[in-house]
């Protein structure tokens, strides 16, 4: 019976708990997924330093350059744009500006929205309506409003976009981390904390935050990709991010008047955006395994196909 | 369930006050209609005109006052764009825009469904595998490159579809088809996950003791009970397709809910965005009614 | 005996899991004929269910494999006949009834659509399986059959539900009826009655009855042959009383030895002072009475036991009285203050005063605390002993002092067994060296060798740091042999209250007879003579 395994009294040297990288490695596609990101990660932060002005730097000559060819270097082998620079080098720089608003929105949105989430969750009825009614107003509210009224007031940058984004997805954070704590808060070894005299705060920090941090972990990678997907369709439709800054959403749209000519313009952008939100969707899936003590065996499991 | 409508509706009354009275004020915020509509070489004296002439010359506050006058008899004003009251534009928009929410959320049902039931039945096994990558680069592809990318492939390409417009059944292909990529991949995890779990039930035990066939031990044991949190998804989805797919829409030249708005936002036709939203409030309120009455005709448990 | 109907033989089955392969069973041989019923005793993790499991074709693999052996039926081996021929069988040859009726019945069909489906799914015309359902739904007992097909099994209580399994395992009136722990969640007086009726209806079926249990009593009182397990091998088989009275495995005579209900029973010191006085508390939820103007005291050292069936409202007397819900009136006085309305400071201290053990230590304890955290938080709350040197000597020996070793202090909850987890448990509340601890059920999630030496632990507390016990459960046997004082409470009342000796031996109220009588004795003996005595009627 299964039984027979929890319940077995184990070994000292298993009271680390299984090695995460072990884990990954078990996964192929996970494990595949985080070294793209990694690669992506690393060009995004010193690509754009070790390219100097390649990516800025127009050719009037080698405009909408065809790719798959060494002829113009490597830089030109995705081709070149309707300006004449390198594809990849932009590629390479629009990746920094878009990781920075994908990361600078869910590390906002989660902090924000797991902190009003805990107080919904834990605290009396009347505050939770009140944020759970908030947080419904922002649900319902235009983004595309959001971004123009930001736009206009406040201008064009990243940090806005940033702020943008990251009112649009508080409520994500919010509506999961409430659940959880409404969830959480009845388990009995919150009620035997409570017995022991343990303080709200204590409880909160202690005994619920833990328990939920794998979840709403798990939901910000998958919320990467959204973000990514979400910053591009604002900077698609022109209200998002402004020229001379560029993201790849920006890259797809600028290729578009060239489809019929120049279809790589549109489409390495575009293909970048699906292999990251890809990679970040398949690394969530792991880590909802990885993270949950009842689901690990999954990726331990195969260690025993030997014995 | 007449009370839970009731209450439902006084939450969503709330949140739609509060929404218009952020709508209103900040869309004022965001620059002068007199600028965009009238032509660069207007005069002052043309703009202060044209101010006076839609109301936009008073104070804020009292601008409001007279909207919400205007909106107890539900006018909703006139759009400044097309020179028509500002519902008749929003509703005309809707009736391109509910076709296809409907036609899009029906194909996602049931293909999410079946296919997410089988991989679930046979979990690891290639179908399984095949139906997970799919549905995960389904819900990592932008829609907005998606339909780039199909233009370049079905229409100029291979010339079998027009690119845009609404004039005959084809039109509706490419947009129907984009828009189903992004709900169906999130949705067929979200079936595959809850009939995953679903199957684990000691239910399920019971009913292969009884010696009931595996179609009907997928199809009517397990489904029934795995379909409460897909409807969940299948709402949030439809919910915003309701909002109008602003991309696929505008891409394909789509006159929808979603082309109107961002069009109205970016020329400052407030009376459109304020009835848009307002219009979209409903559908949407109307929707979650028909989830919850969906739940309760799903699990006799529940009970309003 | 007459001839075997169906034979388990020389049965192996592993399990491949992330800890190693399991070998859930080895070389395990059974049999059962016609009329007779055959009960598999095991603890958990025996593999009690693991041979029913493959006779049903209901274990998965991967992780199961089977190894070895073969289950023979009608001539054919079951091992080795295809999915298509073994769903055929099921249900209609052999049917299998499970221990949660409520998580065993699918909660989105009627109860009656999930009978007929028996038939139907055999190929039979709806209108007579209709038929046949509702005379099983009469016979089982459940009112008003005609109603009941279209009730849901949510509206039915616990004992109902199992009826109403029993019917469906018997719509194609089976050659064989496998019951997995088929009354262990189920309240005493329920369980008697639903042993009752499985007895008469193998009478009238003459269906073989293989019976999986942990329980003695519900064996002693059921079963013709009996075979016991543990560890996934055999140790000891033949008739129930030869089992019972000549138990040759050292196992079996432990497992005999530690079935509660037959120790000496303790007399209360009358002259130790009063701790505890809860006077006419009350607890409603809407209009149901949770709780009625319930009073009683607790003196020092003094082991209270209050028993009643589920419902009956002695988990909400104790969340009541710790605060974990507000009363609706009455009062708590601990050492002469009302807790209830003390402030939070007072409160405070009393938290240190007053501890609490869980009924599942599984749950109680926080999965991502290692021991050594779980056992000093107490110390944290109350800011007691700063120097962690001094806080880690005293964690090993309390450690020490529950029966577990000083190793144990850096691991987690999930690397021990329930029974050791409990123990965990049971230190956590000492390190604040309380004056009562309350216990909600704290060994009723154990096995019965387990329970024995977690009362043993308990007492000895008791006896050496003078703590009181309330000690609230439903199992009368570990009542007897832990308490010295036992209050007796049904649907939110105190029936009865007195010494341990005097409700186990002259009980004054119906209901506390009931209950006594409802009460499984694991001696076969002592179960025949109860029955001829009518004690049931």
């Known amino acids: 019976m299964p039984a027979t395994i929890t319940q077995a009294p184990t070994t000292a040297s298993e009271t680390k708990g299984p090695n995460l990288i072990s884990m990954l490695w078990r996964d192929k596609f996970a494990f595949v997924s985080v070294i793209i990101l990694l690669l992506i990660l690393v060009s995004a932060l010193i690509g754009p330093a070790l390219l100097g002005d390649a990516a800025t730097q127009q050719n009037l000559r080698g405009r909408n350059f065809p790719p798959f060819s060494f002829e113009r270097g490597w830089l030109f082998y995705l081709g070149g744009d309707a300006l004449g620079r390198s594809m990849l080098a932009r590629l390479i720089v629009a990746a920094q500006s878009t990781i920075a608003i994908a990361a600078g929105t869910v590390a906002a949105a989660m902090v924000v929205g797991t902190i009003l989430g805990l107080i919904a969750g834990y605290m009396g009825k009347v505050v939770s309506q009140v944020i759970m009614r908030l947080a419904d107003v922002i649900m319902s509210f235009p983004s595309l409003l959001i971004a123009v009224v930001v736009l206009y007031v406040l201008g064009p940058s990243i940090p806005n976009m940033i702020l943008v984004l990251a009112i649009t997805r508080v409520p994500i954070y919010l509506r999961t981390a409430r659940a959880e704590v409404l969830e959480v808060r009845e388990r009995m070894f919150v009620q035997a904390a409570i017995v022991m005299g343990a303080t709200h705060s204590r409880i909160i920090v202690k005994h619920i935050l833990p328990v939920i941090a794998p979840t709403i972990l798990t939901i910000a990678t998958l919320d990467f990709a959204f973000v990514m997907l979400a910053e591009s369709s604002l900077s698609f439709l022109g209200i998002g991010v402004q020229p001379p800054d560029i993201t790849w959403g920006l890259m797809v749209s600028q290729g578009r008047p060239y489809l019929s000519s120049a279809w790589w313009l549109a489409f390495w952008p575009g293909l970048m955006i699906v292999i990251a939100a890809l990679s970040l969707n398949l690394l969530s899936n792991w880590l909802r395994v990885a993270l949950d003590p009842t689901q690990r065996w999954r990726l331990e499991a195969r260690r025993t196909k030997s014995v | ?304 | 005996m007459s001839e075997a109907l169906l034979t388990v033989k020389n049965l192996s089955v592993d399990f491949h899991t992330a800890r190693g392969t399991v070998h859930a069973v080895r070389n395990v041989s059974w049999s059962v004929s016609r009329g007779e019923t055959l009960a598999i005793l095991g603890e958990s993790g025996s593999g009690k269910s693991v041979s029913a499991n493959a006779i049903m074709n209901l274990l998965d693999s991967p992780p199961a494999e089977i190894v070895s052996g073969e289950i023979l039926y009608d001539g054919k081996d079951l091992l080795k006949i295809s999915q298509e021929e073994h769903r055929a069988l099921n249900g209609k040859k052999i049917a299998m009834i499970f221990q949660d009726p409520l998580g065993h019945l699918n909660p989105v069909y009627s109860v009656g659509w999930q009978i007929v489906e028996m038939m139907t799914a055999h190929g039979r015309p709806h209108d007579l399986a209709h038929k046949r359902a509702l005379e099983l739904i009469a016979r089982v007992g459940i009112p008003e059959p005609e109603k009941a097909m279209r009730k849901y099994p949510h509206q039915f209580s616990g004992g109902q539900r199992q009826r109403l399994m029993i019917a469906m395992a018997l719509m194609l009136k089976p050659d064989i009826l496998i019951a997995d722990e088929p009354t262990t969640a189920l309240d005493v007086t329920i369980q008697a009655e639903v042993l009752a009726l499985l007895k008469e209806l193998q009478a009238e079926t003459d269906m073989a009855l293989v019976l999986i249990s942990h329980d003695l009593g519900v064996v002693a009182e059921i079963a013709d042959r009996i075979v016991v397990m543990n560890e996934g091998e055999i140790v000891e088989s033949g008739t129930v009383r030869e089992v019972y009275h000549e138990a040759k495995h050292p196992y079996t005579r432990k497992l005999i030895a530690a079935a509660p209900g037959k120790g000496e029973i303790k007399i209360p010191n009358r002259s130790s002072p009063i701790l505890l006085s809860v006077e006419k508390l009350s607890k409603s939820y809407h209009s149901f009475h949770a709780l009625r103007d319930a009073s009683f005291t607790v003196a020092r050292a003094q082991s209270l036991a209050i028993v009643g069936e589920s419902g009956s409202g002695k988990s909400t007397l104790a969340r009541t009285l710790l605060r974990l819900e507000t009363a609706d009136s009455g009062h708590v006085y601990w050492k002469g203050k009302d807790l209830l309305t003390m402030s939070a400071r007072e409160l405070l201290g009393v938290r240190r005063e007053i501890q609490m053990v869980f009924q599942d230590p599984t749950q109680s304890l926080n999965p991502r605390m290692s021991v050594y955290e779980l056992i000093a938080e107490g110390w944290d709350i109350h800011k007691l002993m700063p120097a962690r040197q001094e806080r880690r000597a005293r964690v090993i020996e309390l450690l020490e002092q529950v029966g577990l070793i000083a190793e144990h202090i850096d691991r987690y909850p999930h690397q021990f067994s329930g029974g050791q987890r409990q123990r965990i448990a049971i230190a956590r509340a000492l390190a604040l060296e309380p004056e009562l601890i309350i216990c909600d059920e704290a060994v009723s999630a154990l096995d019965v060798s387990i329970q024995a030496q977690v009362i043993a632990l308990l007492d000895s507390l008791r006896q050496r740091l003078g703590i009181s016990f309330i000690f609230i459960a439903h199992d009368l046997g570990v009542v007897r042999d832990f308490a010295d004082t036992v209050i007796v409470m049904k649907a939110g009342e105190i029936v009865e209250m007195g010494p341990t000796a005097q409700i186990f031996e002259a009980p004054r109220e119906p209901y506390t007879k009931k209950l006594l009588a409802s009460n499984l004795d694991p001696d076969p003996d002592v179960q025949a003579k109860r029955r001829a005595m009518g004690i049931y009627a």
């Not at chain 2, 709508?23 to 207007?42: C, E, Q």
């Not at chain 2, 229409?155 to 509706?172: F, M």
């Not at chain 2, 400052?268 to 739940?295: E, S």
Request: glycine share 8%.
């Open chain 2, 1 to 304: 369930m007449i009370k839970l409508i009731g209450q439902r509706a006084i939450a969503s009354i709330f949140s739609l006050l509060v929404l218009m009275v952020l709508v209103f004020f900040l869309s004022r915020l965001t620059g002068d209609p007199a600028v965009l509509f009238l032509p660069i070489d207007a005069t002052e004296q043309m703009k202060e005109e044209f101010r006076r002439l839609h109301g936009l010359d008073r104070p804020v506050l009292e601008q409001f006052w007279f909207y919400l006058q205007d909106l107890a008899y539900l006018d909703f004003g006139e759009s400044l764009r097309k020179a028509r009251p500002a519902l008749e534009v929003v509703l005309e928009a809707y009736a391109w825009t509910l076709p296809l929410a409907l036609i899009t959320m029906a194909l996602v049902m049931v293909a999410a469904i079946v296919l997410g039931s089988l991989a679930a039945f046979k979990t690891g096994g290639f179908f399984d595998r095949l139906v997970s990558i799919i549905s995960l680069i389904g819900a990592s592809a932008p829609d907005f490159w998606i339909a780039i990318v199909a233009i370049v492939i079905f229409s100029i390409g291979l010339g079998w579809l027009p690119t845009s417009g609404v004039g005959t059944p084809v039109h509706w292909i490419l947009p129907v088809a984009v828009l189903f990529i992004r709900p169906f991949g999130l949705v067929v995890q979200v079936v595959r996950g809850s009939m995953l779990a679903a199957l684990q039930a000691p239910y399920v035990k019971t009913a292969r003791a009884k010696g009931v066939k595996n179609l009907p031990l997928i199809f009517v044991h397990t489904l029934r009970n795995g379909m409460l949190p897909v409807i969940t998804v299948m709402g949030d989805q439809a919910a915003a397709l309701l909002n109008g797919a602003v991309i696929v829409e505008t891409i394909f030249g789509f006159p929808g809910i979603g082309k109107l708005m961002i069009d109205s936002i970016l020329q400052r036709d407030f009376n459109v965005v304020l009835a848009a939203i307002m219009v979209t409030a409903l559908a949407i309120f109307i929707m979650n009614v028909l989830i919850d009455i969906a739940y309760g005709l799903l699990d006799p448990r529940i009970r309003y």
